[in-house]
């Protein structure tokens, strides 16, 4: 299996940036389902567009933080959970 071959496209992959992060392009039925599957991510990801999946993003966020946020909660790191 490995790596593939030199110049092979891999679907969704448009590229990197100058700071080395790797934009691709997720498509979904809808901004809140795809807001739903990428919040787990958390800080892996910045989501640049559509405003909408950064709303939805948001607002879970903030039921989130204020079901099971507290004095006890970790501060967000880009480092696997």
């Not at 950064?54 to 607002?59: K, V």
């Not at 966020?61 to 959970?81: I, K, Q, W």
Request: proline fraction near 9%; glycine fraction near 22%; charge should be positive.
């Amino acid at each position: 299996m490995g790596g593939g071959s030199p110049g092979r496209r891999i679907p969704g992959v448009h590229g990197v940036t100058p700071d080395g992060r790797i934009t691709v392009v997720i498509r979904g039925p809808s901004e809140y389902g795809l807001a739903g599957h990428l919040a787990g991510l958390g800080a892996w990801l910045d989501i640049t567009s559509p405003p909408g999946v950064r709303d939805h993003l948001a607002a879970i966020g903030n039921a989130l933080t204020g079901r099971y946020g507290g004095s006890g909660r970790r501060a967000a790191t880009r480092e696997r959970p």
